[in-house]
């Protein structure tokens, strides 16, 4: 979508070959292409789309320790995240919103069905989606705020995994969180279609929030408004004792406001 849409430079980062399992989800997952390169599949793609789109390829399982190396390689106007891997997936969109680069990501797309319960919404406003809630648990604590990161997610409550299934490349059996064929791409087409917006307007979009997440704006809302009411009567008190103390100071040496309401009340 992005060589459709007149990018002229991409970098492509993996390190993966085809497998038969992606068949059902990778447009470059067929039959004659199972054991490739997914990267030089892809750049060949690409070059048959448009010849004039410049592409990078970096055929390599990206580490940690890779980031800011391969970061160091830019500079880059965007950088869209689509890592599996957690804790090099939060790495890579620290560091990225760390260095000023305008980030996206896409979130768990395994166990949802639904289409219409995919959103373009910062990482702070994601719900029913437990990569995006640990990514943003850890990347809180990196100091990382929200409006830095762009996300896509689902807001569809997760299908339980399937029964543990063997391995195609040995060791235990691992229970598979099924991915359907076209809730992947909807994810990479709505990030593709987010990023050519902001390159053309200079704004990002974003799908209305969901009812849970207005729920939750309306409740911080409504908290700070009682916050604010309760300052405020606490200043009119202090303002009503500021009153008192200057009434007392007011009175003739040697009464107090007792002693003068007494000597008032004689009077009458």
Request: glycine residues 8%.
């Amino acid at each position: 979508a992005l060589a459709r849409g007149g990018v002229g430079k991409l970098t492509l980062v993996d390190h993966d070959v085809v497998t038969v399992s992606n068949k059902n989800r990778q447009i470059i997952a067929l039959d004659s292409t199972v054991g490739k390169s997914k990267v030089q599949l892809l750049a060949g793609r690409i070059k048959d789309i448009n010849s004039q789109c410049e592409v990078v390829i970096i055929d390599t399982f990206l580490l940690e320790c890779d980031i800011p190396d391969l970061l160091d390689e830019g500079p880059y106007d965007y950088v869209v995240d689509a890592i599996d891997t957690v804790s090099t997936k939060i790495k890579l969109l620290e560091l990225s919103c760390k260095r000023g680069f305008k980030t996206l990501s896409s979130m768990g797309a395994g166990g949802k069905l639904d289409p219409t319960k995919i959103h373009l919404a910062d990482l702070f406003n994601t719900e029913h989606c437990g990569l995006a809630s640990k990514c943003r648990s850890e990347l809180k604590k990196k100091g990382i705020k929200p409006n830095q990161i762009l996300t896509c997610f689902s807001s569809e409550v997760s299908k339980k995994p399937l029964a543990p299934w063997p391995s195609l490349t040995g060791g235990r059996p691992r229970a598979v969180n099924g991915t359907i064929s076209y809730i992947p791409s909807t994810f990479g087409l709505m990030l593709a279609g987010a990023l050519i917006c902001h390159a053309s307007t200079g704004k990002w979009p974003k799908s209305p929030p969901t009812p849970s997440v207005v729920a939750k704006q309306n409740a911080q809302k409504k908290k700070a408004q009682k916050e604010k009411e309760q300052i405020k009567r606490e200043k009119g008190k202090g303002k009503g004792k500021e009153k008192e103390a200057a009434k007392e100071e007011k009175l003739p040496a040697g009464e107090t406001k007792d002693t003068a309401d007494v000597e008032g009340e004689e009077h009458t």
